[in-house]
């Protein structure tokens, strides 16, 4: 009798553990993805009614605290404000808006996002926001309807140490004079080879930083850096990212374009290739901060971070934006990559009145003097609405360097067409095999091939 | 009295039905009804029938790598654990000084939290690794024979507790009977003290199959699957299937009812298999 109900016993416990293992994947999810809930205004009452916005971006959500409170004395409206953490975001949704305290304001990263929460995303074409929208083509719209409001307008480029660069183009035999000669591969390759060399008269460990592959810190490469060849792609054959159908598959045909620059970042960096499977942004990051290398992979929202490590040696004025030359003919007049993959959206599953909640929050972020001012100063996004004059920019480094090369209009911008990337499965694929191709266990073939592969399966599921 | 208790049994035990059915038999038919359906928010289902069982299996060889990975990984680490907690078992059991701490040095690290445990191992390796110009990306052997090391440092102490208790309970009487028969240490442990304990490798084994086939954070947190998901278990591709691309949270669902079919015929069978072995006085 008593072996009788152990055993069931020991069934039933099992039954349990398989369960949570697999509720966790379904109903409980939450738990694992609310690690950076930063549930603002909880104490308050609702009276003035709530608005529920799913953030993004974990690097502001304490910013977005002193904005729940500013709203909450202005209008009476609590904001209540929930951040997933780093590279969840979507996980994180999909839990959160099953609740019946679902997010009202959320947001979508481009078509490819809207086909995934199309059911969820309400027309926004008659908000007072999108009125105000400098560039009404950065909105995600089907049709008459608009869908996604891009609410930050962001570039990245390889971010470079200026201090460091004149110390090199002071040395004898330097394969430049200044970084403004600096406008193809060819020369690119001819420079970071060349400091490679002098290495320790420049007193760096490597010219670019750690090119980080681990699991989850990749994404500077398989998708930011994927995006150039995949946007000369799109320009050669005149696709458009708007049509889903047009992506079913790819050639990448400028996969040696790739392969050149991820050679160079790869073979000139701080450390071996084969051991890049444990970098993470952060220590990349961290490298650049410290002066140990001179150039790295990134975006104008980089330089909270770099300015943010203990014992940074790196001057404001001495951080620039370099375009990311990958050996194309014409790249003489390439630009960095400017665009967005940030779109408010408003859930129609809300009830009316909550989206208007939702709507008018974004209004007031974006046109009062309050919001604008946050956005400016605090979020330090570069905002693409008419209600923010030429003085209202972020000032710091990155952002001024962004700010020049999108005033040059002799210069084309790289788009940011990743968002047409089909899965985060096809991404974490890639940048698996980028890493074996790093550490010499991969073929540059099978390389390409797998993207080819993984993009078909990934965008026909 | 009797009476009572058996005319209200059903109210008294009603508590603890309503939590049982809401904490675990209302999600676990869920989970399995959802594994028919293509769904992206659990309230919003769509039923596509076996589809998700054939998607699992034909799109990629993710899983079965994935099953086959852990089916090796679980064979080394439950026999290694409870070599290793047996030994220190019998080695603390007998009067040496400063057993007690031992015994607390070889459970503490049961009280760190698994993705804690991974990031410390993942240094430890790597800073290993390095002199050899690699680290533990770079093949997946490295991240199996990482994950035993981790999972046998985890887990051996509280095998070790079970074991323990398994031998202290054990009577004097027995041994020192067989002692004045002229029985050697080895007989009295292959004779007397393996088939007492019996009850014990019983729990430990489940314990240890079990773990190691759910094992995720350690996972995660050690390789997370690289290089290119070679060292992912079964419990982190499934993870990675339902989060990884929009539409197929439901082929994940139908891993995790085929993991949970796989775990719990396995355990039956070796419970089945270890009671048998047992013993009683």
Same mark, same amino acid.
């Given at each position: 009798?008593?072996?009788?109900?152990?055993?069931?016993?020991?069934?039933?416990?099992?039954?349990?553990?398989?369960?949570?293992?697999?509720?966790?994947?379904?109903?409980?999810?939450?738990?694992?993805?609310?690690?950076?809930?930063?549930?603002?205004?909880?104490?308050?009452?609702?009276?003035?009614?709530?608005?529920?916005?799913?953030?993004?971006?974990?690097?502001?959500?304490? *910013?977005?605290?002193?904005?729940?409170?500013?709203?909450?004395?202005?209008?009476?409206?609590?904001?209540?404000?929930?951040?997933?953490?780093?590279?969840?975001?979507?996980?994180?949704?999909?839990?959160?808006?099953?609740?019946?305290?679902?997010?009202?304001?959320?947001?979508?990263?481009?078509?490819?996002?809207?086909?995934?929460?199309?059911?969820?995303?309400?027309?926004?074409?008659?908000?007072?926001?999108? $009125?105000?929208?400098?560039?009404?083509?950065?909105?995600?719209?089907?049709?008459?309807?608009?869908?996604?409001?891009?609410?930050?307008?962001?570039?990245?480029?390889?971010?470079?140490?200026?201090?460091?660069?004149?110390?090199?183009?002071?040395?004898?035999?330097?394969?430049?004079?200044?970084?403004?000669?600096?406008?193809?591969?060819?020369?690119?390759?001819?420079?970071?080879?060349?400091?490679?060399?002098?290495?320790?008269?420049?007193?760096?460990?490597?010219?670019?930083?750690?090119?980080?592959?681990?699991?989850?810190?990749?994404?500077?490469?398989?998708?930011?850096?994927?995006?150039?060849?995949?946007?000369?792609?799109?320009?050669?054959?005149?696709?458009?990212?708007?049509?889903?159908?047009?992506?079913?598959?790819?050639?990448? +045909?400028?996969?040696?374009?790739?392969?050149?620059?991820?050679?160079?970042?790869?073979?000139?960096?701080?450390?071996?290739?084969?051991?890049?499977?444990?970098?993470?942004?952060?220590?990349?990051?961290?490298?650049?901060?410290?002066? +140990?290398?001179?150039?790295? $992979?990134?975006?104008?929202?980089?330089?909270?971070? *770099?300015?943010?490590?203990?014992?940074?040696?790196?001057?404001?004025?001495?951080?620039?934006?370099?375009?990311?030359?990958?050996?194309?003919?014409?790249?003489?007049?390439?630009?960095?990559?400017?665009?967005?993959?940030?779109?408010?959206?408003?859930?129609? +599953?809300?009830?009316?009145?909550?989206?208007?909640?939702?709507?008018?929050?974004?209004?007031?972020?974006?046109?009062?003097?309050?919001?604008?001012?946050?956005?400016?100063?605090?979020?330090?996004?570069?905002?693409?609405?008419?209600?923010?004059?030429?003085?209202?920019?972020?000032?710091?480094?990155?952002?001024?360097?962004?700010?020049?090369?999108?005033?040059?209009?002799?210069?084309?911008?790289?788009?940011?067409?990743?968002?047409?990337?089909?899965? $985060?499965?096809?991404?974490?694929?890639?940048?698996?095999?980028?890493?074996?191709?790093?550490?010499?266990?991969? $073929?540059?073939?099978?390389?390409?091939?797998?993207? *080819?592969? +993984?993009?078909?399966?990934?965008?026909?599921? | 009295?009797?009476?009572?208790?058996?005319?209200?049994?059903?109210?008294? !035990?009603?508590?603890?039905?309503?939590?049982?059915?809401?904490?675990?038999?209302?999600?676990?038919?869920?989970?399995?009804?959802?594994?028919?359906?293509?769904?992206?928010?659990?309230?919003?289902?769509?039923?596509?029938?076996?589809?998700?069982?054939?998607? %699992?299996?034909?799109?990629?060889?993710?899983?079965?790598?994935?099953?086959?990975?852990?089916?090796?990984?679980?064979?080394?680490?439950?026999?290694?654990?409870?070599?290793? %907690?047996?030994?220190?078992?019998?080695?603390?059991?007998?009067?040496?000084?400063?057993?007690?701490?031992?015994?607390?040095?070889?459970?503490?690290?049961?009280?760190?939290?698994?993705?804690?445990?991974?990031?410390?191992?993942?240094?430890?390796?790597?800073?290993?690794?390095?002199?050899?110009?690699?680290?533990?990306?770079?093949?997946?052997?490295?991240?199996?024979?990482?994950?035993?090391?981790?999972?046998?440092?985890?887990?051996?102490?509280?095998?070790?507790?079970?074991?323990?208790?398994?031998?202290?309970?054990?009577?004097?009487?027995?041994?020192?009977?067989?002692?004045?028969?002229?029985?050697?240490?080895?007989?009295?442990?292959?004779?007397? !003290?393996?088939?007492?304990?019996?009850?014990?490798?019983?729990?430990?084994?489940?314990?240890?199959?079990?773990?190691?086939?759910?094992?995720?954070?350690?996972?995660?947190?050690?390789?997370?699957?690289?290089?290119?998901?070679?060292?992912?278990?079964?419990?982190?591709?499934?993870?990675?299937?339902?989060?990884?691309?929009?539409?197929?949270?439901?082929?994940?669902?139908?891993?995790?009812?085929?993991?949970?079919?796989?775990?719990?015929?396995?355990?039956?069978?070796?419970?089945?298999?270890?009671?048998?072995?047992?013993?009683?006085?």
């Amino acid at each position: 009798m008593t072996k009788k109900l152990f055993s069931l016993l020991s069934i039933l416990l099992i039954a349990a553990f398989a369960l949570a293992a697999c509720a966790t994947t379904d109903t409980a999810a939450p738990s694992a993805a609310e690690p950076a809930a930063a549930d603002t205004g909880a104490e308050t009452s609702t009276s003035g009614g709530e608005v529920y916005y799913l953030n993004f971006k974990p690097e502001v959500s304490e *910013i977005y605290d002193e904005i729940a409170k500013a709203y909450k004395e202005e209008t009476g409206v609590t904001l209540k404000v929930v951040t997933a953490a780093s590279g969840t975001y979507e996980q994180t949704l999909k839990s959160e808006i099953a609740k019946s305290d679902a997010p009202v304001l959320f947001q979508i990263n481009g078509p490819r996002g809207y086909a995934n929460w199309a059911d969820y995303c309400a027309d926004l074409k008659d908000t007072e926001l999108y $009125q105000h929208l400098s560039d009404k083509t950065l909105a995600v719209t089907v049709g008459d309807g608009v869908y996604g409001i891009p609410y930050v307008v962001e570039g990245y480029g390889i971010i470079y140490n200026n201090a460091i660069m004149d110390k090199y183009f002071a040395l004898d035999g330097a394969k430049a004079t200044s970084t403004a000669e600096i406008n193809n591969f060819a020369t690119l390759k001819a420079v970071v080879e060349d400091m490679t060399a002098k290495k320790d008269e420049l007193g760096i460990k490597g010219v670019f930083s750690s090119t980080s592959l681990k699991p989850g810190e990749d994404w500077r490469w398989q998708t930011h850096l994927a995006n150039v060849p995949i946007f000369y792609e799109i320009r050669d054959n005149n696709l458009d990212i708007k049509d889903t159908e047009a992506f079913r598959e790819i050639k990448f +045909q400028y996969s040696d374009n790739f392969k050149n620059i991820f050679d160079l970042y790869i073979n000139n960096s701080t450390v071996e290739p084969t051991l890049l499977g444990s970098k993470s942004v952060d220590d990349s990051m961290a490298e650049f901060a410290l002066g +140990q290398s001179a150039m790295v $992979q990134n975006g104008n929202w980089a330089w909270g971070q *770099i300015s943010g490590v203990d014992g940074n040696v790196v001057q404001a004025e001495d951080v620039k934006f370099l375009p990311i030359y990958t050996g194309v003919s014409g790249e003489e007049n390439q630009s960095i990559s400017v665009g967005t993959e940030n779109f408010f959206a408003i859930n129609s +599953q809300a009830s009316p009145e909550k989206q208007k909640l939702a709507a008018d929050f974004i209004y007031w972020l974006y046109s009062s003097d309050t919001g604008k001012a946050f956005v400016t100063n605090d979020l330090k996004f570069i905002a693409p609405f008419d209600t923010f004059t030429e003085e209202e920019k972020p000032t710091d480094p990155l952002a001024k360097s962004l700010l020049s090369y999108m005033s040059n209009t002799d210069l084309y911008n790289v788009a940011w067409d990743f968002v047409v990337f089909p899965s $985060q499965t096809f991404k974490d694929n890639f940048g698996g095999a980028l890493l074996q191709y790093a550490q010499g266990t991969m $073929q540059w073939d099978d390389v390409k091939q797998l993207m *080819i592969e +993984q993009w078909k399966i990934e965008a026909n599921k | 009295m009797q009476k009572m208790a058996k005319k209200y049994y059903a109210f008294f !035990t009603l508590p603890t039905m309503i939590a049982f059915v809401i904490a675990f038999l209302i999600p676990f038919i869920l989970g399995i009804y959802l594994s028919f359906t293509k769904f992206t928010t659990v309230t919003n289902s769509q039923w596509v029938g076996l589809s998700n069982y054939i998607h %699992a299996f034909t799109d990629d060889k993710n899983f079965l790598n994935a099953i086959i990975f852990t089916a090796k990984f679980a064979l080394v680490s439950v026999v290694l654990i409870n070599i290793f %907690a047996f030994t220190l078992a019998l080695l603390l059991t007998r009067t040496i000084k400063g057993t007690n701490i031992f015994r607390t040095v070889f459970f503490m690290p049961n009280l760190i939290g698994g993705i804690v445990l991974g990031y410390i191992w993942q240094l430890i390796i790597n800073g290993i690794l390095i002199n050899f110009g690699v680290d533990i990306t770079y093949s997946a052997t490295y991240g199996f024979w990482g994950l035993v090391v981790l999972m046998n440092w985890q887990m051996v102490g509280y095998m070790m507790i079970i074991y323990i208790a398994g031998i202290q309970g054990i009577s004097s009487e027995l041994i020192e009977a067989a002692e004045i028969d002229g029985a050697n240490s080895w007989q009295i442990l292959k004779s007397i !003290t393996i088939p007492l304990v019996m009850p014990a490798v019983t729990i430990c084994t489940f314990l240890t199959v079990t773990n190691s086939f759910k094992l995720f954070d350690q996972n995660l947190a050690l390789t997370a699957g690289a290089p290119a998901r070679s060292s992912s278990m079964i419990a982190l591709d499934i993870f990675n299937t339902f989060y990884g691309s929009m539409g197929y949270e439901g082929v994940g669902q139908a891993k995790a009812v085929m993991f949970f079919l796989v775990v719990a015929s396995i355990v039956l069978l070796q419970l089945r298999y270890s009671r048998s072995k047992e013993t009683e006085i």
